[in-house]
Nanobody, 123 residues
Framework: QSHLVESGGELVQPGGSLRLSCAAS????????IGWFRQAPGKEREGVSC????????NYADSVKGRFTISRDNAKNTVYLQMNSLKPEDTATYYC????????????????WGQGTQVTVSS
């Protein structure tokens, strides 16, 4: 079974909002940087946002800046991605991943991955 479990993905209309959650399964997230990534059919997996282990630093892809917010609650062993003003091009399977190292939007550097949650933005 995956080490991370995403939830919160669903069908939403353009302009709507969703909050995705990422919870650890079998380990604590306290010392891991966390990234959110997405992959649409026929497209490469891309970095969306990431957050440092202590939550003090965040980064976002240009395509989501001003619309998405990443946060974490280490006491709950959970990371969140608040997505506002959703667009059809945000449609994808969203994955969270954990990295024992410095946060990055490069997906191939991450150690543990969830199975993904589907976000569909459509009228």
């Amino acid at each position: 079974q995956s080490h991370l479990v995403e939830s919160g993905g669903e069908l939403v209309q353009p302009g709507g909002s969703l909050r995705l959650s990422c919870a650890a399964s079998g380990f604590t997230l306290d010392y891991y940087a966390i990234g959110w990534f997405r992959q649409a059919p026929g497209k490469e997996r891309e970095g969306v946002s990431c957050i440092s282990a202590n939550g003090g630093y965040t980064n976002y892809a240009d395509s989501v800046k001003g619309r998405f917010t990443i946060s974490r609650d280490n006491a709950k062993n959970t990371v969140y991605l608040q997505m506002n003003s959703l667009k059809p091009e945000d449609t994808a399977t969203y994955y969270c991943a954990a990295l024992r190292g410095t946060m990055t939007l490069e997906p191939y550097l991450y150690d543990y991955w969830g199975q993904g949650t589907q976000v569909t933005v459509s009228s």
